[in-house]
């Protein structure tokens, strides 16, 4: 027959072992999480700031910016449509055959004794292309020639980063997410069996890649590219409802606006849609 003290022995070994078989268990599950941390996942469809990159900016037109109206993306008067005076002209690199159109960039002056103190960013919007000009060489004259990656900015845009007087400076660049106030904004030209739709106040990445159209009596017809932010569709579309696909060039998130212009609509009118990116 066992002794209570040989007993005992037993029993706060059994407690002893039990211990340090749960202690090596949490710290094993403890320095399995400190090495993999969670990661909250992306949410999709959300443009995210680019890595910066450098590239040189110079500026056109006056203080009015009156010289920046209209533009190869086709947004008439910036003024009017929302984009105002802080906009840009790409060039063709950056351009993208107009897929860039309606993109943001935050640009700050470096490496230049034109530079403003504490190099100030400002951001703009992509309005217009630069074009090569083949007269010029690409260093003297030529800014916009490929492969160059050039910002022809508006006036009061580049005199928030830099002296006017420095005419060219080396900037950083980045896109960064449009924030854009309301839906989509579609202005309609053609006629009863064309239809051409610059789309503006993009939000997000501010391009856009495809686009379709929904009559109440069509199934969605796709919209081919035309130039800049516009797209058009080769159908009998008048005397109906319209609804609109829209897909973001940059994210590849497409947004479905329903009933953007009613049934009456006409050519030389904007419709607001009730969708945007983000």
Same mark, same amino acid.
């Given at each position: 027959?066992?002794s209570?003290?040989?007993s %005992?022995?037993?029993?706060?070994?059994?407690i *002893?072992?039990t211990?340090?078989?749960i202690?090596?268990s949490?710290?094993a599950?403890y320095?399995?999480?400190?090495?993999?941390?969670?990661i909250?996942p992306?949410?999709?469809?959300?443009?995210?700031?680019?890595?910066?990159?450098?590239?040189?900016?110079?500026?056109?037109?006056?203080e &009015?910016?009156?010289?920046?109206m209209?533009?190869?993306c086709g947004?008439?008067?910036?003024?009017?449509?929302?984009y105002?005076?802080?906009?840009?002209?790409?060039?063709?690199t950056l351009? @993208?055959?107009?897929?860039?159109c309606g993109?943001?960039?935050?640009?700050k002056?470096?490496?230049?004794p034109?530079?403003f103190?504490?190099?100030?960013?400002t951001?703009v919007?992509?309005?217009?292309l630069c074009?090569?000009? !083949?007269a010029q060489d690409?260093? @003297?004259?030529?800014?916009?020639?490929?492969?160059?990656?050039?910002?022809?900015?508006s006036k009061?845009?580049?005199? +928030?980063i830099?002296?006017? +007087? #420095?005419?060219i400076?080396?900037?950083?660049?980045?896109?960064?997410?449009?924030?854009?106030q309301?839906?989509?904004?579609l202005?309609f030209?053609?006629? *009863?069996?064309?239809?051409?739709?610059?789309?503006?106040?993009?939000?997000?990445?501010?391009?856009?890649?495809?686009m %379709?159209v929904?009559g109440?009596?069509?199934? !969605?017809?796709?919209?081919?590219?035309?130039w800049?932010?516009?797209?058009?569709?080769?159908?009998?579309? &008048?005397?109906?409802?319209?609804?609109?696909k829209v897909?973001?060039?940059?994210?590849?998130?497409?947004l479905?606006?329903? @009933?953007v212009?009613?049934?009456? !609509?006409?050519?030389?009118?904007t419709y607001? #849609?009730n969708v @945007?990116?983000?």
């Amino acid at each position: 027959m066992a002794s209570p003290l040989h007993s %005992w022995s037993i029993a706060f070994f059994l407690i *002893g072992w039990t211990v340090s078989i749960i202690c090596t268990s949490n710290a094993a599950d403890y320095a399995y999480t400190s090495r993999t941390p969670t990661i909250a996942p992306r949410t999709p469809g959300v443009f995210r700031p680019s890595p910066w990159a450098l590239a040189h900016a110079t500026f056109y037109g006056d203080e &009015s910016a009156s010289a920046t109206m209209g533009g190869a993306c086709g947004y008439g008067n910036l003024f009017n449509t929302g984009y105002g005076t802080d906009t840009a002209a790409l060039s063709s690199t950056l351009f @993208n055959n107009g897929y860039a159109c309606g993109s943001c960039y935050q640009i700050k002056c470096v490496q230049s004794p034109g530079c403003f103190a504490g190099y100030p960013l400002t951001t703009v919007t992509a309005t217009n292309l630069c074009p090569p000009n !083949w007269a010029q060489d690409s260093n @003297n004259g030529g800014w916009c020639n490929p492969p160059r990656t050039h910002f022809d900015m508006s006036k009061p845009a580049f005199m +928030k980063i830099a002296q006017w +007087k #420095a005419g060219i400076v080396p900037v950083m660049y980045r896109r960064v997410p449009c924030v854009r106030q309301g839906g989509l904004q579609l202005a309609f030209q053609g006629n *009863g069996y064309w239809l051409l739709v610059y789309v503006m106040n993009v939000g997000g990445g501010g391009d856009v890649s495809g686009m %379709w159209v929904k009559g109440t009596k069509t199934g !969605w017809i796709s919209m081919s590219h035309n130039w800049g932010a516009s797209y058009q569709a080769f159908a009998t579309l &008048s005397g109906q409802a319209l609804s609109f696909k829209v897909t973001s060039y940059t994210t590849k998130q497409t947004l479905i606006a329903y @009933n953007v212009a009613p049934s009456n !609509w006409n050519v030389g009118m904007t419709y607001k #849609a009730n969708v @945007n990116f983000h």
